[in-house]
């Protein structure tokens, strides 16, 4: 009889928690929808209409946007600067940041004064950078210029040139994302454990390459895995260098995708073109993220 009794009580109490469980996490669903998925389900309608911002009402066009899109010759060229600028900034920020973060590791007195100096591009603000990279890279003013012409080599036009423009642009992108990548790779260095060097060291492998082939480089696996999707999601949104420094030229030799989606959407005002981009965009972005996890997932060791 108290077992029949204590049974209702129990799935009124799982309702009552599971009830309580849902009221919690009733806030942050309903925030998810309206920062995430509405804004999301926008961009897919206005991309299948004619709306120009400011108008009073929108034809439905079906793909228009997207054949229009993938046949301007002028989207081409921008989504292969992209993919240029991507292919650039990736292997070098992620190479250079774990060769920083192995080197920093090692040291004990000065580590913290190495951590902040390459952090400190990650803090500030992009735009005023940008600026102070126009005064270093002046052909005359500049004083990376000035050094070539002390060394008696020519000068530079590194911004002015459609030769040097986006890999210009690709080195200042190492620039700002080497910092953060050290950051994250020292944390995976710091969760090796000491033991497994030590008993390498006993087994034979002595030379500090040799330690890196063996154990830091494979139980990194996770951690690179992490640095290179995120490292590929925020090249793939260059926007801020090119807005200011170059603004897509010259002759469109550094006009990358989020540019141009800016140009429509907020200059040409063409949002329902402009939506479209932005629908390539984000499913660039997504099908090079899936295919880097699903590509580096086979050879991480957790």
Do not use: C
């Not at 010759?73 to 070098?92: C, D, E, F």
């Not at 999707?229 to 793939?236: G, L």
């Amino acid at each position: 009889m108290a077992a029949e009794l204590s049974r209702p009580r129990r799935s009124r109490q799982h309702w009552i928690e599971r009830l309580t469980g849902t009221g919690f996490a009733l806030p942050a669903f309903a925030l998810l929808i309206m920062v995430n998925l509405l804004p999301l389900i926008a961009v897919l309608y206005l991309s299948l209409t004619d709306y120009e911002f400011g108008a009073l009402e929108a034809k439905f066009v079906g793909l228009a946007n997207l054949n229009k899109a993938l046949s301007d010759p002028i989207i081409r060229r921008s989504l292969s600067n992209t993919l240029l600028y991507v292919a650039i900034v990736l292997p070098g920020s992620v190479l250079l940041a774990l060769a920083v973060a192995v080197l920093v590791h090692g040291r004990r007195r000065t580590r913290g004064f190495y951590e902040v100096a390459y952090f400190l591009p990650v803090t500030s603000t992009l735009i005023a950078m940008a600026t102070v990279w126009q005064f270093l890279l002046h052909p005359r003013l500049g004083p990376v210029n000035a050094a070539l012409r002390w060394f008696g080599l020519a000068e530079v036009p590194f911004l002015s040139d459609p030769a040097w423009a986006l890999p210009t642009l690709a080195v200042i992108g190492i620039w700002q994302l080497l910092g953060f990548n050290m950051v994250l790779f020292l944390a995976g260095l710091s969760a090796i454990p000491k033991d497994l060097y030590e008993a390498a060291e006993i087994d034979g492998v002595a030379t500090g390459i040799d330690r890196f082939l063996t154990i830091t480089w494979p139980l990194l696996g996770p951690t690179t895995m992490f640095v290179i999707v995120t490292t590929s999601i925020t090249a793939f949104k260059v926007f801020d260098t090119v807005a200011v420094m170059t603004r897509g030229g010259p002759m469109g030799s550094s006009e990358v995708l989020l540019y141009n989606i800016y140009l429509e959407g907020f200059q040409y005002f063409h949002t329902g073109y402009a939506a479209a981009l932005t629908v390539i965009f984000l499913f660039f972005i997504l099908a090079f993220s899936v295919a880097q996890t699903f590509a580096l997932e086979r050879r991480v060791h957790y």
